[in-house]
């Protein structure tokens, strides 16, 4: 008997296995058709799941990108008629980055058809914590992260609730630790007009929160530049748009967040969205980068976008 319920697991674990998704449709354009044997052949949608007992037909003029779980992508631009199990020999590694991570976080929920934004807030970890902090329940600083630059005028500041502290105090320091601005807040979040509350200085600075507890954060590095200096570090957004393929495109962003310049990047994945309207995949991406810095109703907005 016990045999028997093996054979049995294994059996259905095979199957299982078999007839699991090995493609989504990530970007396509132009008529294209799936079918699978003894099936006729339907319309191909965006964010399909493909698997290898399955058919697809490009037309004229039409593409496809397809990414596997694994975070790898494949261009098809070519009329013709494609077996999905033959697809795999020529797929090419998705650009390392925070993009490609939330691929493989997203197959899941998507697969199941978890179309709903807390099962990607779930899967999203809110925050790369900033700041050194000493004291029980402490939390600590989400946004800007260490390293942020910028020269948007409107800064938002959040940090985790840190217990009995009552108000707090932001506070944005020189780069000598000197305080350049105080303000009383009772939120976790707030929004400053970095040109008007600094009087138009850039350069260097730090930020933290003091409370009236044990609790001390140390300050996260943060510069604001000009607009000027801004184009000059990373080109111009007309620069971005020159690039035509998706997944390049993915590829600058994450070379954005990794560089530190997560508004300009914020502002590169909203042309990419409205480029690509009703793209599940994409707005999930978009989603989770926007959670990890604290940006929650932003995400929650976006997620809606691809429904």
Not at 115 to 140: E, I, L, P, Y
Not at 286 to 293: G, I, K, V
């Amino acid at each position: 008997m016990k045999l028997i319920f093996t054979f049995s697991f294994f059996l259905i674990s095979f199957i299982c296995w078999a007839q699991a998704p090995s493609y989504c449709i990530y970007l396509m354009s132009g008529d294209i058709t799936v079918s699978a044997k003894g099936k006729p052949a339907k319309k191909a949608k965006l964010n399909q799941f493909l698997s290898d007992n399955q058919e697809l037909k490009l037309g004229g003029k039409a593409q496809l990108t397809l990414v596997t779980r694994e975070s790898k992508y494949l261009v098809l631009n070519t009329p013709g008629t494609y077996p999905v199990a033959n697809l795999s020999q020529n797929l090419k590694n998705y650009p390392p980055g925070v993009t490609q991570k939330y691929v493989s976080l997203l197959w899941k929920d998507l697969v199941a058809s978890q179309d709903n934004f807390s099962s990607v807030r779930k899967s999203a970890s809110v925050g790369t914590m900033g700041g050194v902090h000493r004291g029980d329940d402490c939390g600590g600083l989400v946004f800007p992260t260490p390293g942020l630059h910028t020269s948007e005028d409107n800064i938002r500041f959040t940090w985790r609730t840190i217990p009995k502290s009552g108000n707090y105090e932001l506070v944005i320091l020189d780069d000598q630790l000197n305080d350049v601005l105080v303000r009383q807040v009772a939120d976790t979040i707030v929004n400053v007009n970095i040109p008007k509350e600094l009087g138009g200085k850039v350069g260097n600075f730090y930020w933290t929160v003091r409370v009236k507890t044990s609790c001390e954060i140390d300050p996260a590095p943060f510069e604001f530049v000009t607009k000027e200096q801004d184009e000059k570090s990373v080109g111009s957004e007309q620069a971005f748009q020159s690039i035509t393929d998706p997944i390049q495109q993915l590829s600058a962003i994450d070379q954005l967040v990794k560089d530190g310049w997560i508004y300009r990047a914020f502002r590169y994945f909203d042309k990419l969205i409205k480029n690509n309207p009703g793209n599940k995949m994409l707005s999930g991406q978009y989603a989770m980068l926007l959670l990890q810095y604290g940006f929650s109703k932003e995400a929650e907005e976006v997620y809606d976008l691809g429904k």
